[in-house]
């Protein structure tokens, strides 16, 4: 197992953490029910205005979301090739077809005129879209604007994967909250963690009834027994993470203002490296107010990306690459991609994560832009 002297995106404990896992503990309630984790799923649906479900993971929360909006075996939904592989999976579970789109150059998300251009030929075909599911990429935001649009003008159910992008608004409204349902990710290297887990939302509160129903194997109590009509599935939160994830919503505000402020220091950092064009940021939406959850940038050559990782990596720091594209992939080369330049290849082509946990000094964050430096 590989160790670093920096992480890319660590969890950090929020300060009432023991306090409320010992709580947990002392209260009985480990398993998947208790005061924790009805108060956990409360502070979420304050924060977004919506239902919320808390559930063991984010690709569970996703899972149920598709299932919500109504996708079902044989459909096709569209989504991004640059996303991670649990946005696939997720359509997978429920015997649909993933159709992938390209990145817009201009955001990295999914380009809108690819999206159109998906849904046009597929409806050409006779094919049913089930979805359409753009993910929020490192703590910024898709065109949720357009892309509702497309959706309505279509008739197709929207879908957001907001696992990365809890605490990113889009003017003054959070991600998770545009489309029919959303999942959010509480990884352990995300904005917020609760160890494992993730949340299904959705401002349907009979639909998030169902969700909840589903995710705790269907079942119904009858004359003292269970009762099963449906297939279930086993993906309720513990109280026992639920606990850890009060202490860390809590926290919430202070977590975003200190990704904001490591990643306005990056940037003052290699502000020369950028002026002289050998660097570039993700760029984020005018309507978006990012969470910077990861740090990301685009290096001028691929070899300039290679030499900055590897002296990183050297020196103890991990990074990664950007994500590398689904059609890239032996799992998804099959799937159809709509494209016209494969701007998904280019950003993982010259793309690079930099460490971005909560604890990051600015003596670290020097280091790193000094390695950078180096290597450029």
Partial sequence: MSTYEIYLSPPFP?????RYVQEAIDSGWMAPAGPFLNRFEALLRAYHG????????????????????????????ILPAFTFVATYNAVRYLGAEPVLVDS???????????????????KKQGRRIGALLP????GAMAPVDALCNL??????????????????RWGQQPAGTFGVTAALSFNG??????????????????VAKKVLYWAT????????????????????????????GCAQMEYLPHFIERKREIAGHYRRLLKESEQKEHIVWQPVLPQVQPTYWLNCLLFAKPAMREAAMCRLREAGVECRRLWNPLHRQPLARQCLFFTEDDTATHLYAHGLCLPSGHALTEAQQARIAELIQQAL
């Fill in 14 to 18: 929020a300060p009432n953490t023991k």
């Fill in 50 to 77: 919506v239902a919320a479900v808390a559930l063991n993971t984010g690709t569970a929360a996703l899972h149920l979301a598709l299932k919500a909006a109504g996708v079902r075996v044989g459909d096709a939904v």
């Fill in 151 to 168: 959706a309505q003008a279509y008739e197709v159910p929207l879908v957001e994967d907001a696992a990365e992008a809890l605490g990113a």
């Fill in 135 to 138: 993910v929020h990429l490192y």
């Fill in 189 to 206: 290297n995300k904005i917020i963690t609760t160890s494992g887990g993730g949340a299904f939302l959705s401002a349907d509160e009979e």
């Fill in 104 to 122: 817009d150059a201009t955001h990295w998300h999914m380009s809108v005129q690819a999206t159109e251009r998906a849904i046009v030929s597929l």
């Fill in 217 to 244: 194997q269907a079942k119904q109590a009858t004359n003292g027994d269970w009762c099963h009509e449906e297939v279930g599935y086993n993906y309720r939160m513990s109280n026992l993470l639920a606990a850890v």
